[in-house]
């Protein structure tokens, strides 16, 4: 997407009402809340069946591009994104399968 106007994409998913939480003079999250209700419905499937998240109160950049990559109609390597999540979570230790969903469905 080149050089990102993370303020048009906070605009554009939450209409002007919600802003970037910054720590240390870097974007976090935006807050749940402030969605418009497609991008609530987009946040809900990204996190559900591409991203591995269950905290969704706060929506991080990456989430946000992902939504506003969607919504705008840019074409996305859905492919590329799981693997990014799977090479990000290796390391971690979990007590459940990562992407349960897509192993039962290949298999």
Request: with cysteine.
């Amino acid at each position: 997407m080149g050089n990102i106007d993370y303020e048009k994409v906070s605009n554009v998913l939450t209409q002007g009402l919600g802003t970037w939480k910054m720590v240390d003079s870097q974007r976090k999250w935006i807050r749940l809340k402030y969605l418009c209700f497609e991008v609530w419905v987009w946040m809900q499937f990204i996190c559900a069946r591409i991203l591995l998240v269950s905290r969704t109160i706060e929506v991080t950049p990456d989430r946000t591009l992902l939504i506003f990559a969607i919504m705008e109609g840019f074409t996305i390597d859905v492919g590329q994104e799981i693997q990014q999540e799977i090479l990000e979570n290796r390391n971690h230790k979990h007590t459940s399968l990562i992407f349960p969903n897509l192993i039962t469905q290949i298999y």
